[in-house]
Nanobody, 114 residues
């Protein structure tokens, strides 16, 4: 069974950057699209970035131009580079398939505050 472990979150000032990592176990990782989700307090979890098995990417309008999703097939890892962070980016960030059908990891907290 695939396990997902997110890391790289933290406290950052507005305008700062963070790079999140999602390490996945399981041989199917390279065959599936993966995405990054976030969930802010009191809000529903939202999908903010997707990368296909072939490397094509797509982003929510709220992060387009600021976030970049990438993947390392050899390391079974998906990354989210987050630049020009805003307070509204504060959330717990998770990775999963775009359909959300893999077991969810614990997520990583991102807090953007001065």
């Amino acid at each position: 069974q695939v396990q997902l472990v997110e890391s790289g979150g933290g406290l950052v000032r507005p305008g700062g950057s963070l790079r999140l990592s999602c390490a996945a176990s399981g041989s199917i990782f390279s065959l599936v699209a993966m995405g990054w989700y976030r969930q802010a307090p009191g809000k529903q979890r939202e999908l903010v970035a997707v990368i296909t098995s072939g490397g094509s990417t797509n982003y929510a309008d709220s992060v387009k131009g600021r976030f970049t999703i990438s993947r390392d097939y050899a390391k079974n890892t998906v990354y989210l580079q987050m630049n020009s962070l805003k307070p509204e980016d504060t959330a717990v960030y998770y990775c999963n398939r775009p359909d959300g059908l893999l077991p969810w990891g614990q997520g990583t907290q991102v807090t953007v505050s001065s």
